[in-house]
């Protein structure tokens, strides 16, 4: 990105070549989305500190007071959280402000991006991240993969967010009729070969089926042991969990159901 710094002029001797720049620049400057690079990129066992960070109503208010004033940035996983749980509770009860859409955020936003959370979630076209909690351009990492299953691009995408944008907060966001969650119950039942990466899928959800459920009991069940387990496989990898550990980061679980579009949080 370009400095402010002024560049004093230099007669003799010579000044020294400039540095080269560092891993984390050059990482930067390829996946930020800079205005000048003319490119964007579309993103994409848990410890007690993997937990979720408390917040009550008045919290909430308190965020919300401060979004309507064109609060900062939250810095800190419990900001964030509080945030998102303002913005979900306006879209629920249909009072959503569709917020950061302004021109000047649209200008802002193509210079550089600072998002305040990553959500990772399902592909389903019912629960995109956006809607759901209300939030606006620049605001949210989103990676999408069905059932929330990880792999090695999911994977980076997250670490990407995290290691390099410095976000503070990942959620991990399962939802009612998961259809890939189904499938792979389904065929869990039965037996049946999936289609080729579908099948994939369905391998990657089988460890969180709950064998002790029928029916629809035993999918939803599934949805939230998925959700729990995929947290806390992002959190056990090495990169996270030390930026956990520092205090800087809360990777959480979390379930949208599709009949109230309330998100609420799995412990």
């Not at 802002?108 to 592909?123: N, S």
């Not at 969990?241 to 949080?265: N, T």
Request: glycine share 8%; proline share 7%; hydrophobic share 45%.
């Amino acid at each position: 990105m370009p400095s402010n710094a002024r560049t004093p002029y230099v007669t003799s001797p010579a000044a020294p070549p400039a540095a080269a720049p560092s891993r984390r620049t050059l990482l930067r400057t390829a996946l930020a989305g800079t205005a000048a690079a003319g490119s964007v990129l579309g993103l994409g066992s848990a410890s007690p500190a993997a937990a979720a960070p408390s917040g009550g109503p008045a919290e909430a208010a308190e965020v919300e007071a401060a979004e309507a004033a064109g609060g900062s940035r939250p810095a800190t996983p419990g900001e964030a959280l509080r945030r998102l749980t303002a913005g979900n509770r306006r879209w629920a009860a249909y009072c959503q402000r569709h917020p950061d859409e302004s021109p000047s955020v649209r200008v802002r936003v193509a210079r550089e991006q600072h998002p305040f959370a990553i959500v990772l979630g399902c592909v389903d076209s019912r629960v995109p991240p956006e809607l759901v909690f209300d939030q606006g351009l620049g605001d949210l990492l989103t990676v999408r993969a069905a059932g929330e299953v990880l792999d090695e691009a999911v994977l980076g995408s997250v670490a990407y967010g995290v290691l390099e944008l410095d976000v503070p907060l990942v959620v991990v966001l399962g939802h009612e009729s998961c259809g890939a969650v189904g499938a792979a119950v389904r065929a869990d039942e039965t037996g049946a070969q999936l289609p080729a990466h579908i099948q994939y899928l369905a391998e990657q959800i089988r460890p969180s089926i709950d064998h002790g459920l029928q029916g629809a009991a035993r999918i939803a069940a599934t949805i939230d042991a998925h959700a729990r387990s995929t947290r806390a496989r992002l959190a056990a990898e090495p990169d996270i969990a030390r930026v956990i550990a520092a205090g800087r980061l809360a990777v959480v679980a979390a379930r949208y159901d599709l009949r109230d579009q309330k998100v609420r949080m799995l412990r």
